[in-house]
C-alpha cells in the first residue's frame, strides 16, 4: 500500500460541481507508530470548535469509520454529496480571532482540511483557520481524516458551519 493517501470529493452546491480535493500524507506518523489506536465508537468524534471562547454549531456528517468502512469508500466511485443542513450561523464582529478546532478524544485526526462554499479557490489546514476579510455569510466544510496502521485510513468525516462575518 502507498504511504500516502490522495481523496477527491466531490459534492453539488447549488447546481454546480466543486472539487473537494484533501490529501493526506500518513508516512511519518505510520513509521513513528503515533497512530497505533484504532478508532472507538460507531461514527466520527465531534470536535469543539470555537472563535475566540464562543462555541460554534456544527453538524457532523460519518462518511466512514474504521478500516474496513474506510476501504469500502476509496477511491469513491460516484460523487460525494455531502448532506445540506440547516445550521444557525454563528456572527463574528472582530475579524482578528481564529477558529479552533479541537478533538479531545484519542486518536487525534492526521488531517484537517477546510474549504468555504463561497470561496471556490479556498484550502486552509487545521485545526486553527483565519476568517474571511470580506462581510457576508461563509459556510465551511472541514474534511478530517484519521489514520491507521500500514497507511489505511482509519476514519473520515466531514464538519459543516456556518459564519457571518459583519
Known sequence: MRN???????YT??????RYYALAIISILIVCGCNNV?????S???PS???GKSKVEITVETICWGADDCMAVFPPEE????????????HVTDRDQEINIEFKTRPKPLTILARIEEIPNYS???PNLTLPEQKGIYTYNVLVFW????????????????????
Open 49 to 51: 470548535v470555537t472563535i
Open 38 to 42: 484504532t478508532l472507538k465508537g460507531d
Open 4 to 10: 500516502g493517501l490522495v481523496a477527491t470529493v466531490v
Open 79 to 90: 460523487p460525494y454529496d455531502f448532506k445540506k443542513t440547516d445550521l444557525e450561523a454563528f
Open 13 to 18: 452546491i447549488g447546481g454546480g460541481v466543486v
Open 124 to 126: 486552509e489546514r487545521g
Open 147 to 166: 489514520a491507521g496502521k500500514k497507511a489505511t485510513t482509519q476514519g473520515l468525516a466531514n464538519y459543516r458551519f456556518e459564519i457571518i462575518i459583519e
Open 44 to 46: 466520527a468524534y465531534v
